[in-house]
């Protein structure tokens, strides 16, 4: 069993390649190596390579095109949100004048934009307002946000430098099962 981090080809077995962290980037670009659709979760990626690896039949990678929503040039309590809508530096400046200057997109705020098509920004500010400092779990996903929570919890007063140290340390280790 190998205990050196291998490198991400399409060489690897299906069980080695579970065994293992992966970045979403890596996964990603991977993806686009092999001619695979190269968006989605993390998850989803790991579930395409996965697949890929062990013989079975992917859907290959379609063209790109912008499926992205026009978003307006500014923005209202009123602003309704529209299909395709992201998280960008206006939208985030647009919040931050109106939730504070510690304003940040967390897990609520993202599906309330991605996901209630329709909805005014005022509902957006309030979904803030309700779910701003609360520790919702993390998803699977994202492992290095575990970690970094994690990390500190267990290691009260440690440095940003330690925990990117135990971070490095444990990618570089195979997941135990």
Known sequence: MNSIRPRLSA??????FAA????????????????LPSSGTKEILQQRIAALLSGVECEPAKPRHSGRGKMPSSFTLSTRTG???RCSRELSDFFREHCGRGF?????VRDYVHNRIGATLA???????QTAGSKRQIEPQFEYNRHVREFYRANPG??????LNAWWALRGKRKSR
Do not use: H, I
């Open 11 to 16: 060489k690897l077995s299906p069980d080695e």
């Open 20 to 35: 293992w962290y992966w970045l979403k980037n890596e996964l990603a670009e991977f993806c686009r190596r092999q001619g």
């Open 83 to 85: 299909p395709g809508w």
């Open 158 to 163: 440690a440095t940003k430098q330690q925990m």
């Open 123 to 129: 509902e957006v500010v309030r979904c803030y307002q």
């Open 104 to 108: 940040q997109f967390n897990a609520a």
